[in-house]
């Protein structure tokens, strides 16, 4: 079975651009997850998708948004890029919920200059 | 909400030494998995381990979940182990929330 795949890998950016990451889950599952990492905050919840439907939000502000798809692949975009959202972008994915075992993608590098 | 503390943060040892990492929470859990994030910042999945005992090859864990911890255990450790482990958790219907990793560093 194909694990979850991230696109694109490396990504620049300047602020006040806009981006879109993708997210491609595990075949059969229904829940995608995404999570910011940086070296100050760590690993920080973004939000959940099940069934198209947001079903979990983090602390983050408006700029971060995210869909689901009805073939389960989620894209998040964040907009007018901030220098303090540079970091790796990591994606989950797992049959229903966060309860059950989750397996993430290689991550997005995204840089803001 | 419910709080994940790994210890220690920095852990180096000598190769074919063995290693306990410790991960201790704050309220009940349905969900703990381990991870290994790689130098390329994958997290590598090791152990979903709510409770119980499970272990895979060289690597063992330990879920004491009425105690409220788990224990990941290395044993014989090779250079390529060397990376940080991840402790993450869910209690209810909580996303993933993961510790600060302990960074382990082998030495051949």
């Known amino acids: 079975k194909a694990g979850v795949t991230q696109t694109p890998r490396y990504l620049i950016k300047t602020r006040g651009q806009q981006v879109t990451l993708s997210c491609s889950p595990i075949?059969?599952?229904?829940?995608v997850s995404w999570y910011q990492q940086t070296p100050g905050q760590g690993l920080q919840f973004l939000f959940e998708y099940f069934s198209e439907t947001q079903r979990n939000k983090g602390n983050f502000p408006g700029r971060f948004s995210g869909r689901q798809f009805s073939n389960s692949r989620s894209e998040m975009n964040v907009s007018t890029l901030e220098l303090g959202d540079s970091a790796l972008y990591l994606c989950?994915?797992?049959?229903?919920?966060?309860?059950?075992?989750?397996?993430f993608g290689p991550g997005t590098r995204l840089t803001v200059l | 909400g419910i709080q994940v503390e790994q210890s220690p943060p920095d852990l180096i040892l000598q190769e074919g030494a063995n290693s306990t990492l410790r991960c201790n929470f704050s309220d009940s859990v349905n969900n703990l998995q381990w991870f290994h994030q790689n130098p390329w910042g994958q997290l590598i999945n090791l152990f979903y381990i709510p409770s119980g005992t499970k272990q895979n090859g060289r690597l063992s864990a330990t879920t004491v979940a009425t105690e409220r911890y788990s224990l990941l255990y290395i044993s014989s450790s090779q250079t390529t182990d060397s990376g940080v482990y991840f402790c993450?958790?869910?209690?209810?219907?909580?996303?993933?929330?993961f510790g600060k990793g302990t960074r382990l560093s082998v030495i051949a």
């Open positions: 989950a994915s797992s049959l229903m919920n966060s309860g059950n075992e989750q397996f």
């Open positions: 075949s059969g599952h229904r829940s």
């Open positions: 993450a958790v869910v209690s209810g219907n909580t996303p993933l929330v």
